[in-house]
């Protein structure tokens, strides 16, 4: 059993986490600069301290959000060893929480019935697994993942 710890954020107000140690760090939201023919989930590029950071929106692509709050969001950098330069938008960033990393179940897959195909969000693939704190569900996300899926596809 190993405790560690999570970063927190709030995206419609659903709780979500990523490890810690995948954030390089958090800040307020800046102006950006859009990008043209791009996914309608990157909101965009921001220079930060010389270095140009892609910005996408978690709760676009995770929740179907259909508009970017970017005004009023919060930025989560991740760290270059995560993916260089990439910064997820979100409604809130919270504390850091304690987990135990046996308190958090895989995702839910269910097999397609003969004949019907399972559409899921692009990032269902980048969901490690759920658990409850506090009568809440929590959803772990693999910023790694989310950033390997956003770039191929950028």
Not at 60 to 76: E, P
Request: hydrophobic residues 45%; glycine residues 6%; negative net charge.
């Amino acid at each position: 059993m190993s405790l560690k710890k999570y970063c927190s954020f709030l995206i419609d107000g659903q709780c979500f986490v990523i490890d810690s140690l995948q954030v390089a760090s958090v800040r307020s939201m800046g102006s950006l600069t859009p990008i043209p023919g791009s996914r309608r989930d990157i909101s965009g590029l921001m220079n930060i301290r010389g270095d140009i950071y892609l910005v996408f929106d978690v709760g676009m692509a995770l929740l179907g959000r259909c508009q970017s709050k970017s005004i009023d969001q919060q930025l989560i950098l991740l760290r270059h060893e995560v993916h260089e330069y990439f910064a997820m938008s979100v409604d809130l960033v919270g504390d850091i929480i304690d987990f135990w990393e046996e308190d958090f179940q895989p995702p839910w897959q269910r097999e397609p019935m003969e004949g019907q195909h399972i559409i899921l969000p692009d990032l269902a693939a980048c969901v490690s697994g759920y658990t409850v704190k506090d009568d809440i569900l929590v959803t772990l996300l693999d910023p790694m993942k989310i950033a390997e899926m956003v770039s191929s596809e950028a």
